[in-house]
């Protein structure tokens, strides 16, 4: 099984471009998130998805979009970078308890120069 | 909300020597503990986790957790570490609502030879 995946592994953007961060898990998990990680801080939770069709807010949303129209895909979408997005982005799915481990990906990247 | 404090930022020890890695969590409901590592350059990985029960969990590696309901900690113990546990650990909490894991900073272990 492949698990979780995360592409790309790594990206610079200029301010104000946009991209997709894309995530897939073949586990047929119902629950996905995004988290970022920034230095010192931990994870930061940034969306998650409870199943195909449904997302809600973590605590930090602002300038990213997701969307979930499959169970296995949940890409996060980053509108007119800043600087300020620059970290290491990772998803996670688990099973749909909310109790069982998260599974992550290997990350992504990401400057904002 | 709940929060996750973890007291040490950086930890380093001489092999063979043991760790303990401390964590505590504020919740106004019953939580789920657990600890994760993450490895350079990769995502997180499940160590161990309390859900109910014993307050004693076992994990992988030789590592070891005690739930203290009274004094609000999670603390992760391994009797004698190795180099290859050199990696940062994140405690992480999510209560019986679900779907929200809250990790702590995290500790960067440091093992010596």
């Known amino acids: 099984n492949a698990g979780v995946t995360q592409t790309p592994k790594f990206r610079i953007l200029k301010i104000g471009q946009s991209m997709t961060l894309q995530c897939t898990q073949d586990?047929?998990?119902?629950?996905m998130y995004w988290y970022r990680q920034d230095p010192g801080m931990g994870l930061k939770l940034i969306y998650y998805?409870?199943?195909?069709?449904?997302?809600d807010k973590g605590e930090v949303p602002n300038g990213y979009n997701v969307s979930r129209s499959t169970t296995e895909d949940f890409p996060l979408r980053l509108e007119l970078a800043a600087p300020s997005q620059t970290s290491v982005y990772f998803c996670a799915s688990e099973p749909g308890t909310g109790f069982e481990k998260l599974f992550f990906g290997s990350g992504t990247q990401l400057s904002v120069l | 909300a709940q929060s996750v404090t973890q007291l040490d930022s950086q930890v380093p020890v001489f092999e063979e020597a043991p760790v303990e890695l401390r964590c505590n969590y504020s919740s106004s409901v019953s939580v789920y503990l657990f600890w994760y590592v993450q490895y350079p350059n990769q995502g997180l990985q499940l160590l161990l986790k309390y859900l109910s029960g014993s307050t004693l969990v076992k994990g992988i590696n030789g590592f070891e957790a005690e739930f203290n309901k009274s004094q609000t900690s999670f603390h992760l113990r391994k009797p004698s570490v190795h180099i290859s546990d050199t990696a940062e650990y994140f405690c992480?909490?999510?209560?019986?609502?679900?779907?929200?894991?809250?990790f702590g900073p995290g500790t960067r272990l440091s093992v010596l030879p």
């Open positions: 586990m047929n998990h119902n629950y």
């Open positions: 998805s409870v199943g195909a069709g449904i997302t």
């Open positions: 992480a909490v999510t209560t019986n609502y679900g779907q929200n894991f809250v």
